[in-house]
């Protein structure tokens, strides 16, 4: 999971190319990469020398220099695995390869090798180091481009840019190429839905197999220097990465020490508390118990039965009334005169409702009964008493309600 942070996350892309008459043109292209998002962050095209560079990218930026034109000499050969002293005639007779760096592009059946000599790259590379870069890779010529090809606007087989054509096949292989400083692109070149300078279109790339140098083939010379650089700059960002980790893991253990110390300690403090507590004298205890006893009893004779709103359950019966009954009464804790005659003291019902009135029959009452029982406070619904009363013409009944 931390493989992302041992990464170069930001990188500029930095192309020389050396015309004939020694005119030099540069382009950079500054890139950063979070998680698994790429954004451009700089784009500087055709600068005549790299002074400028030092206006536009802080220093220790990591670089990827990408050099072209006069000095750098091409050779497209049969495909090749490697470039050695023993094969390095075919590319360039009578040469000594310890005096080059040499960048080998296999595609299709075809090896584009290039070649420049070390004090000429070295050069360029000791520039950028006096300005403050840190050079960490290598390329030559257009062949980086083959990384981000996928991104470019670019569908036909022959993609024109900067100067550059390239020759390919159904396949995507490379067949030839060629420099013209008269051939530009037909149309706009985005990057994804960005649009950049054509001439960015290198500078893009080698930034890009900088920064993805660990995920991709990148194509790049064989500058043991740079490579090695490369190697201690990733080392060092994952030392660092773990280094942080390592005092993330304890912090995180002092911070669960101390939680732990603080709740241990707390809770010391509350039993401690509690055994105080405990110790208090048996007559401070019977005190208290007789004060909650001497409460309850308050409660229980001023019929307190909880946050109950009363009038509001009398109104949902009522509602319910069906217009063949007479509403008589309502009573809420009726007294209990079976409990009363045998306590020989007034003893109410608790948590009952009583409600007394008229009907001619007892059906519409007991379709009363029935649609109370359909309220959810309602526990249970009984008939205590229905009788017909002769001189009246009509039945009383009482029904009481348990809530």
Same mark, same amino acid.
């Given at each position: 999971?931390?493989?992302?942070?041992?990464?170069?996350?930001?990188?500029?892309?930095?192309?020389?190319?050396?015309?004939?008459?020694?005119?030099?043109?540069?382009?950079?292209?500054?890139?950063?990469?979070?998680?698994?998002?790429?954004?451009?962050?700089? =784009?500087?095209?055709?600068?005549?020398?790299?002074?400028?560079?030092?206006?536009?990218?802080?220093?220790?930026?990591?670089?990827?220099?990408?050099?072209?034109?006069?000095?750098?000499?091409?050779?497209?050969?049969? =495909?090749?695995?490697?470039?050695?002293?023993?094969?390095?005639?075919?590319?360039?007779? &009578?040469?000594?390869?310890?005096?080059?760096?040499?960048? &080998?592009?296999?595609?299709?059946?075809?090896?584009?090798?290039?070649?420049?000599?070390?004090?000429?790259?070295?050069?360029?590379?000791?520039?950028?180091?006096?300005?403050?870069?840190?050079?960490?890779?290598?390329?030559?010529?257009?062949?980086?481009?083959?990384?981000?090809?996928?991104?470019?606007?670019?569908?036909?087989?022959?993609?024109?840019?900067?100067?550059?054509?390239?020759?390919?096949?159904?396949?995507?292989?490379?067949?030839?190429?060629?420099?013209?400083?008269?051939?530009?692109?037909?149309?706009?070149?985005?990057?994804?839905?960005?649009?950049?300078?054509?001439?960015?279109?290198?500078?893009?790339?080698?930034?890009?197999?900088?920064?993805?140098?660990?995920?991709?083939?990148?194509?790049?010379?064989?500058?043991?220097?740079?490579?090695?650089?490369?190697?201690?700059?990733?080392?060092?960002?994952?030392?660092?990465?773990?280094?942080?980790?390592?005092?993330?893991?304890?912090?995180?253990?002092?911070?669960? &020490?101390?939680?732990?110390?603080?709740?241990?300690?707390?809770?010391?403090?509350?039993?401690?508390?509690?055994?105080?507590?405990?110790?208090?004298?048996?007559?401070?205890?019977?005190?208290?118990?007789?004060?909650?006893?001497?409460?309850?009893?308050?409660?229980?004779?001023?019929?307190?039965?909880?946050?109950?709103?009363?009038?509001?359950?009398?109104?949902?019966?009522?509602?319910?009334?069906?217009?063949?009954?007479?509403?008589?009464?309502?009573?809420?804790?009726?007294?209990?005169?079976?409990?009363?005659?045998?306590? =020989?003291?007034?003893?109410?019902?608790?948590?009952?409702?009583?409600?007394?009135?008229?009907?001619?029959?007892?059906?519409?009452?007991?379709?009363?009964?029935?649609?109370?029982?359909?309220?959810?406070?309602?526990? &249970?619904?009984?008939?205590?008493?229905?009788?017909?009363?002769?001189?009246?013409?009509?039945?009383?009944?009482?029904?009481?309600?348990?809530?």
């Amino acid at each position: 999971m931390l493989e992302q942070y041992y990464r170069i996350n930001q990188a500029a892309g930095i192309s020389i190319h050396t015309e004939n008459d020694g005119t030099v043109s540069v382009s950079a292209c500054g890139i950063a990469v979070t998680k698994a998002q790429l954004t451009i962050e700089k =784009k500087v095209p055709n600068l005549h020398g790299l002074e400028g560079l030092k206006h536009e990218f802080p220093s220790k930026t990591f670089v990827s220099l990408n050099l072209a034109g006069k000095g750098v000499l091409y050779k497209q050969v049969e =495909k090749t695995e490697g470039i050695s002293a023993v094969n390095f005639n075919k590319v360039l007779p &009578n040469g000594n390869i310890a005096d080059f760096y040499v960048q &080998n592009f296999i595609s299709g059946d075809y090896s584009f090798v290039a070649v420049i000599r070390k004090s000429e790259a070295d050069k360029w590379i000791g520039q950028l180091q006096n300005l403050g870069f840190v050079p960490l890779m290598l390329s030559l010529g257009p062949f980086p481009v083959i990384n981000v090809i996928p991104q470019l606007n670019l569908y036909d087989k022959a993609l024109i840019f900067a100067g550059y054509t390239i020759n390919r096949n159904d396949s995507g292989e490379w067949l030839s190429w060629r420099y013209d400083p008269s051939a530009v692109a037909q149309f706009p070149i985005k990057i994804e839905s960005e649009a950049i300078h054509e001439s960015l279109v290198i500078p893009y790339a080698a930034a890009f197999q900088l920064a993805l140098a660990r995920k991709i083939d990148a194509v790049q010379a064989d500058a043991d220097s740079l490579a090695e650089a490369l190697k201690n700059s990733v080392r060092e960002r994952k030392l660092k990465v773990q280094g942080f980790v390592v005092l993330a893991v304890f912090f995180v253990l002092l911070l669960v &020490n101390f939680c732990l110390f603080s709740w241990l300690n707390s809770s010391n403090m509350r039993l401690t508390e509690q055994v105080s507590r405990s110790a208090q004298s048996t007559d401070d205890i019977q005190k208290i118990t007789e004060e909650v006893q001497q409460k309850e009893g308050l409660l229980k004779v001023l019929g307190w039965e909880g946050n109950i709103n009363k009038s509001a359950l009398v109104d949902q019966v009522a509602s319910l009334l069906p217009p063949e009954i007479t509403w008589k009464e309502v009573t809420i804790d009726p007294v209990d005169l079976a409990g009363s005659r045998q306590q =020989k003291q007034i003893v109410f019902y608790t948590r009952k409702i009583r409600v007394t009135g008229m009907s001619e029959k007892i059906i519409p009452v007991n379709e009363w009964i029935a649609r109370i029982k359909t309220r959810p406070w309602v526990k &249970n619904v009984q008939l205590d008493s229905y009788t017909f009363n002769s001189e009246l013409n009509t039945g009383q009944f009482s029904i009481l309600i348990d809530y």
